[in-house]
């Protein structure tokens, strides 16, 4: 018997030990037959005979071609034979991050009790490096919201929000006041944007004077100031707040809280429920007079402010009475960066 003969009979009975299924072992056993080695007469090296793909829809038998080493990996997966390289899957990469807070609302509190007047001019000389730091910490950031309001119900304001707690100030009045109209302004609204030129229209509208109440009300002209009755179309504060927004509460007074009513808690409460109730959205800068200040006689400490900012994740205390608020805002650039980078969005 001839090897190739032997080699089919082999092929043959071993299929038939393996299978009951007739078409299939005779299409499997030519199958193997078309692709055994087989040796010339003249004695020349073995070749081996290439088995062409087939598929027969009747025999549901396939044979595959065969295939160079440095075109096949091992097969991990427990099947027998090997797999077949076909390159990298094209990828475009990992998923851009998602972009941190787009939108910062800046809410300041001004103190315009008789004492404040040193304090204003520190604020304004100051800001303007503040808000360059931010446009260029925050550089994703796309739009910046900035309001200024008084601790009581301020009379130099323009009507209709003179006299108004909490109402955004556009036009000052009063001793030491910078005593102009600030506006108008680009967004056509009662608050600055980027698009202003907030050096001046700042410096204008921080300059509230020295002539209002000495019961100062920060913390309660803040909540009317980010509440929704003041936001209403055709309201003082319309459009200010966005939900969207990391909003940044800047508190500068140089007495302690008496005036509002509630207590911190109750204050910290209620403006965590304004921003949805994400705690984290909110940057709370404090310029008051805290515990073991460097310059007692200068400012009352404000221990109820203190307990208020500490409650923030991102609450930063400052000296009320310092020569320059810059190092402080400027330390503060990394808190609002920080609150900004895990900003969480509504919904």
């Known amino acids: 018997m001839t090897r190739v003969a032997a080699l089919a009979m082999f092929a043959s009975l071993a299929l038939a030990g393996c299978s009951d299924d007739g078409g299939r072992r005779d299409s499997a056993t030519a199958a193997i037959i078309s692709g055994v080695m087989t040796v010339t007469p003249s004695g020349d090296a073995p070749t081996t005979t290439d088995a062409p793909t087939s598929t027969d829809a009747t025999t549901d038998a396939t044979t595959a071609p065969a295939t160079s080493e440095a075109s096949a990996v091992d097969d991990t997966s427990g099947g ?30 001004v103190d315009n009790s008789a ?72 967004s056509g609204l009662r608050f600055m944007t980027e698009q202003d030129d907030l050096a001046t229209r700042f410096a204008c509208a921080a300059q509230v004077g020295t ?33 969207d927004a990391l909003l940044v509460l800047v508190i500068i007074t140089d007495e302690e809280e008496d005036g509002s009513s509630g207590d911190p808690p109750d204050w910290f409460s209620e403006i965590v429920a304004l921003k949805g109730g994400v705690e984290t959205n909110i940057v709370t800068l ?39 608020f810059q190092p402080f805002f400027h330390d503060a650039i990394s808190v609002i960066d920080q609150a900004c980078e895990n900003f969480m969005p509504p919904g």
Request: net charge negative.
């Open 80 to 109: 027998a034979g090997p797999k077949f390289d076909i390159g990298e899957t094209p990828d475009g990469g990992p998923p851009p991050e998602p972009k941190a807070c787009l939108k910062v609302d800046l809410l300041f509190v």
């Open 211 to 243: 002539s209002g109440d000495s019961d100062e009300k920060p913390l309660q002209a803040a909540l009317r100031a980010l509440g929704p009755q003041l936001a209403m179309p055709g309201q003082c504060n319309e459009g200010f707040v966005r939900d």
């Open 115 to 186: 004492s404040m007047k040193d304090e204003q001019d520190n604020l304004v000389a100051s800001f303007p490096g503040f808000v360059e730091e931010i446009q260029l910490q925050l550089e994703d950031a796309e739009s910046l919201h900035i309001g200024v309001v008084s601790t009581d119900k301020y009379e130099g304001n323009e009507n209709p929000c003179d006299g108004v707690l909490g109402g955004l100030i556009t036009q000052t009045d009063g001793s030491n006041s910078s005593n102009a109209y600030c506006g108008p302004y680009v």
């Open 286 to 324: 404090a310029l008051i007079g805290p515990e073991n200040p460097e310059c007692a006689s200068a400012a009352e400490i404000a221990y109820r402010i203190v307990e208020f900012a500490e409650m923030f994740t991102y609450g930063s205390i400052g000296q009320i009475c310092a020569d320059s």
